[in-house]
């Protein structure tokens, strides 16, 4: 068997298939419309929040070396990764739900890699022309004319990803620094390598590869059957109004022709994004754009027909059964996310940018003092995770009239650092019933008594 049999037939058993580049049309429409305005929406907050201030400082801005998170009013250091953790469980709790609800949405309107391309879209289009355009220009032999289109666009491509990588570093590097390093070719390694490897990753991913990456390297593709049921809203063909399909003049009444509602004119495959048939069935491929939505009611407009022969709907709406999408694992993530929201929002809102905690020496149980007294030996490390300096009090009660002695009344520390104190504590031991009693400590801020937190130690006596 010679080499090109044996690719043809490997092609044709399925172990693989030749990428063939998908041209989708442009469709306009009620989806096409909100997925525009998704991609105004975030691409906006992604270029424009770099670029906003707050208290002085970039309203979202990662500085991992000084190990400082500013979010708008908010200030976050690595003690509160808590926080990062709740919202990675919001958002898997979102994407279930989202999923179990209406199937792909999260890849049709919100993924990077849809919002990403969309713009590159855009970009062919208005250089190389309509989708008929470009493939009559693919087709062509090289020109001047197509030469200066395609290096036209490309240049417009590597310029705006380069444009995203620039922007994502400055989120981790103030953006007017980075900004004038970048001007002055005095970026570190750091900054130049992830500066081109996110730029390198979006053209790539959003110029070159668009489907084959929502195909072939998203997991979500192959995992997402999992939370689909019965009830999961999903793009279908309704095959029972739609067949025979065939094409007729729109004058002729399909039903004397023994046609049904689908005039067979693909172009609910022109515009998909990854190339499918959306009359062959409910793909993994598919990304649930609604595109074929779109343009399908256009045509059923033109011809007169009902519209929505593509919709969303369910399963048990296809199959003829009762289908509610109100349904108690809905009912379950609704409740599960409200309430873990919620609860993070309150958190964070009544959170204080202040730490104490509290550390007995353990190499010794106690010790007795040159007056009798029974004596502790603790740590205090006292982190101001402000963005202020702030003076400090810290204050000892107990039930056996403990006293605190230590060698600075007030406590000084420098915003986002942390300060370590040596204290003892000391008991009568007439007052000490039991070997281990709680002590309870408060530390105050001095110049704003908001800042306030409480800590319990422990006491080790003779309990004599």
Known sequence: MNDKAQV????????????????PRE?????????????????????????????????????????RFYIFGLTFWPQDFFYL????????????????????LWCGYACPQTVWTEVFLWIERKIEGDRNKQIKLDKSPLTKTKFYRKGLKHFIWIAFSLWTGFTFVGYFTPILELGQSLVQFALGPWE??????????????????????????????????????????????????????????????????????CVDCTLCKQVCP??????????????????CIDVCNEVMDKMGYERNLIKYTTQN???????????????????????????????????????LDIIRDRNALYRTTSTGMIENIYTLKIANMDTVVH????????????????RSEEIIVEPG???????????????????????????????DESLKVEETGVFIGSGL
């Open 8 to 23: 043809a037939e490997e092609e044709s058993s399925g172990f693989y298939t030749k990428h063939k580049k998908v041209y």
């Open 27 to 67: 469709v306009h429409g009620l989806f096409a419309t909100l997925r525009v305005l998704g991609v105004f929406t975030l691409l906006g907050m992604y270029y424009v929040v770099p670029w906003l201030y707050w208290n002085g400082h970039q309203a979202v801005l990662f500085d991992l070396p000084a190990r």
């Open 85 to 104: 953790a709740v919202l990675l469980i919001i958002a898997a709790l979102s994407l279930f739900y989202f999923t179990a609800l209406a199937g792909r």
């Open 192 to 261: 130049w390598f992830w500066i081109i490897f996110y730029s390198f990753a979006t053209y790539g991913n959003s110029g070159w590869m668009r489907e084959q990456v929502c195909i072939y390297m998203c997991p979500y593709a192959r995992f997402q059957s999992a939370m689909f049921d019965k009830d999961t809203l999903i793009i279908s063909y309704d095959d029972k109004r739609g067949e025979p399909r065939g094409a007729r003049k729109k004058s002729i009444d399909p039903a004397e022709k023994g046609l049904g509602a």
């Open 274 to 291: 990854t190339g499918i048939d959306i009359r062959d069935g409910l793909q993994y491929q598919c990304i649930g754009c609604a595109a």
């Open 317 to 355: 709406a296809i199959d003829g059964n009762k289908s509610s999408i109100l349904r108690p694992r809905i009912i379950i993530y609704s409740v599960i996310l409200i309430a873990i929201t919620v609860a993070l929002i309150y958190s964070m809102a009544t959170r204080i940018p202040l730490e």
């Open 391 to 406: 003076r400090y009090k810290i204050d000892m009660t107990s039930d056996f009239n403990a006293k605190l002695i230590m």
């Open 417 to 447: 650092q942390s300060a370590t104190y040596s204290a003892r504590v000391e008991a009568d031991p007439a007052n000490v019933k039991k070997i281990s009693q709680d002590i309870h400590f408060t530390l105050v801020a001095s110049d």
